[in-house]
């Protein structure tokens, strides 16, 4: 038997009414589509000193810290995207999430000051959890116990929240003293110049459905900046390249340092960070599992996809792999659905997109030179495209609008995903109580918003101090 037939055999291909070309079609299709993480996903997690929070390892360079963490993001979705193949044979793709990855640089390690090796041990703490909870079967419960205005309205608060994070990175959102933000001097500043020109080529490219069309706009991009350094009128001071060298694939400074993490925990905000990687992880997983799963016409009459348990562990194991190696939490990624329209039915698929990552490890370098306007690029793409998510959320019902509402503004305006969800979960029973609904309110959502007031009054009351 060859490859190809043992390959068909193995995953049941030709029960899906597929082809082993047509997965690995799919499979390149989805890779191409969310390949951008590999640029990403580092330069969000690497700290740079004045400018922004995040893993800072002493005695590397910036750009080294992001090229490990170029490896470790390739690790990790490579490994989870292989469990997802091999235990479930879904056509999904993991790899570390856009949004769980600004809350781990600029909340975790900025806002509330923990170590990132905390942090990291935080991640794990989450993907043990949800291993736990997936393998007795508590998946069903978990849903039920949040609101579901809130769950609605994660996605479009996160897309928020990544859009002034990348906004911000191009100079085209700045800070001001009198009205927190404004318009930055574009006009005027060659990185918010260039930068306004590569969102609008890859918002051009993402609309034709062009594929890979964020990773092409970001190359692209960094293209332009060099070209316009080296042949054009600027400098390097300019800051459209990125700047020194040093690309590493040494990993050990990474890779277990959750350890050292777990001897640093002060328990309450310890017990929030978990739970917020938590909840986030597990419903934007679901969420993604549902929506692709639709596109591929897996679910059945009620609206579920079938064992979507074995996809659920597959993304646990990614997240406490990836913690234990040194990234934030893997996620499923609502680009698998692109390989899905390209007729992806299998664990095939996954099992290209993984080895397509493990292809990727011999661009690292290039993933170390992506200046971070140019990478940023895909915040605001992304971004933009999860504001979609606010047409799920039923704003005839002010009991529903008032705590979505407060879950999606709340967000980018205190710069954190933590502070969104829990205005969300404080709001919701008190406007059900005032308006006189609460056979939708249980025990649960009291006894949540009752943590959360004693959060937010220690937190905000100078009780505590931020734990380093």
């Given amino acids: 038997m060859g490859l190809t037939e043992t390959l068909a055999d193995y995953f049941d291909v030709q029960e899906h009414g597929s082809s082993v070309r047509t997965e690995l079609l799919a499979g390149l299709t989805t890779f191409l589509t969310m390949s951008y993480i590999v640029v990403v996903n580092p330069s969000i997690l690497t700290a740079i000193p004045d400018v922004k929070p995040g893993i800072a390892i002493a005695g590397f360079s910036p750009t080294e810290v992001r090229s490990m963490l170029a490896v470790v993001t390739i690790i990790a979705a490579a490994v989870a995207t292989f469990v997802m193949a091999v235990y479930a044979n879904r056509p999904f793709a993991q790899a570390p999430g856009l949004g769980l990855n600004a809350f781990f640089a600029f909340t975790v390690v900025g806002a509330l000051g923990v170590s990132w090796q ?8 989450e993907g043990v959890l949800f291993i736990a909870l997936t393998a007795v079967g508590a998946r069903e419960y978990v849903i039920k116990l949040f609101p579901k205005p809130v769950k609605f309205a994660v996605g479009t608060g996160i897309g928020l929240f990544l859009t002034i994070i990348g906004l911000q990175a191009m100079g085209i959102v700045v800070d001001d003293g ?5 318009m930055g001097q574009v006009a005027s500043n060659p990185v918010a110049i260039l930068s306004v020109f590569g ?19 970001i190359l692209f991009t960094t293209l332009v900046g060099w070209l316009l350094t080296a042949f054009g009128p600027y400098t390097p001071d300019a800051g459209l390249v990125a700047g020194g060298s040093g690309a590493t694939y040494n990993i050990t400074p ?3 340092a959750f350890v050292s993490g777990l001897g640093q925990i002060e328990a309450f905000s310890f017990a929030l960070v978990v739970f917020t990687f938590f909840f986030v992880d597990f419903f934007d997983t679901a969420g993604t599992l549902v929506g692709v799963g639709q596109a591929g016409e897996f679910l059945d009459d009620d609206g579920n996809l079938p064992d979507i348990d074995k996809p ?19 996620t499923t990624y609502i680009e698998s659905a692109s390989g899905v329209e390209e007729g992806g039915r299998t664990g095939l698929t996954a099992l290209t997109v993984a080895g397509l990552f493990l292809a990727s490890l011999a661009f690292v370098p290039l993933a170390a030179a992506i200046p971070l306007y140019a990478s940023h690029i895909a915040l605001v793409v992304i971004g933009v495209v999860m504001l979609q998510n606010v047409v799920d959320i039923d704003w005839s019902d002010v009991t529903n609008t008032i705590p979505a509402g407060m879950t999606i503004l709340v967000m980018p305006f205190t710069y954190s995903i933590a502070y969104g969800i829990a205005a969300g979960i404080v709001s919701y029973p008190l406007v059900k109580l005032a308006a006189g609904d609460l056979e939708d309110v249980r025990m649960g959502h009291w006894a949540l918003a009752a943590a959360f007031v004693v959060y937010f009054f220690v937190r905000t009351s100078g009780l505590i101090q931020a734990q380093v």
């Fill in 178 to 182: 009198a009205t927190l933000v404004t």
């Fill in 254 to 256: 990474l890779t277990g």
């Fill in 118 to 125: 905390t942090a990291l041990a935080a991640v794990v703490v």
């Fill in 312 to 330: 659920l562990m597959a993304d646990a194991v990614g997240t406490t792999v990836g913690g234990m190696l040194g990234t934030s939490t893997v």
């Fill in 199 to 217: 969102l609008f080529v890859t918002f051009a490219l993402y609309a034709r459905g062009v594929r890979g069309s964020i990773i092409i706009g």
